[in-house]
């Protein structure tokens, strides 16, 4: 069975701080990899995607993936009291569903 | 560009019911998945439509259905709906089935089942 996970949380980082968030997935298949941010009460919206070995960067979000590893990553610079919510890893291998981790919740203090 | 549009937004039933839910897609998306969110298994598939067609299912119960009609709408149905059908249903949309399609979620219908 596909699975991915992910650390519940919660991290803590004072504003300001990078946070790192961290993804691992089980079928070595896996093709896109996909982070979503959920606000409490709100629904899941694309933060950004990845698809090839590396980094890839927008504004202050960085994705990396490591496919020998299995393993995604979201870094998030210059943390704000905004970012606080619940952020979702997805996997999804081809003629398949999307399968999401449960979340890792983000607190940012100021 | 109109995002996913879910209706309705909250519906209270009792066990032994059944339900239907609604989601129109973001115009020129052909894609449609839906999920069921708990606060304790988090995101679970459910189905996905593509071109009227269901692409894939997820490990439900066969009270669980869906279908997508030709412009693309789709429909999930909850037959005898039981305590635990409680949850927040997402659709979600996107212009095809590929792996790089990302999904684009609608606000979400809040079923509790008393």
């Known amino acids: 069975q596909k699975e991915v996970e992910q650390n519940s949380g919660p991290l803590s980082v004072p504003e300001g701080a990078i946070a790192s968030l961290n993804c691992t997935y089980s079928d070595r298949g896996s093709q896109s990899f996909f982070w979503y941010r959920q606000y409490s009460g709100k629904s899941p919206e694309l933060i950004m995607f990845i698809y090839s070995n590396g980094d890839k960067e927008d504004g202050r979000f960085t994705a990396q993936l490591n496919k020998a590893s299995q393993y995604v990553s979201l870094l998030i610079r210059d943390s704000q009291p905004s970012d606080s919510a619940t952020y979702l890893c997805a996997v999804k291998v081809e003629r398949t569903a999307l399968i999401f981790g449960k979340g890792t919740t983000l607190s940012v203090s100021s | 560009k109109a995002g996913v549009t879910q209706t309705p937004r909250y519906l209270i039933k009792t066990r032994g019911q059944q339900v239907t839910l609604s989601c129109s897609p973001i115009?020129?998306?052909?894609?449609v998945s839906w999920y069921q969110q708990t606060p304790g298994q988090g995101l679970q598939f459910l189905f996905e439509y593509f071109s009227e067609t269901q692409r894939n299912k997820g490990n439900f119960p066969g009270r669980f259905s869906g279908r997508q009609f030709s412009n693309s709408r789709s429909e999930m149905n909850v037959s005898t709906l039981e305590l635990g059908d409680s949850a927040l249903y997402l659709c979600?949309?996107?212009?095809?089935?590929?792996?790089?399609?990302?999904?684009?979620f609608g606000n979400g219908t809040r079923l509790t089942v008393t």
């Open positions: 115009s020129g998306h052909r894609s």
């Open positions: 979600a949309s996107s212009p095809a089935t590929g792996t790089n399609s990302p999904l684009h």
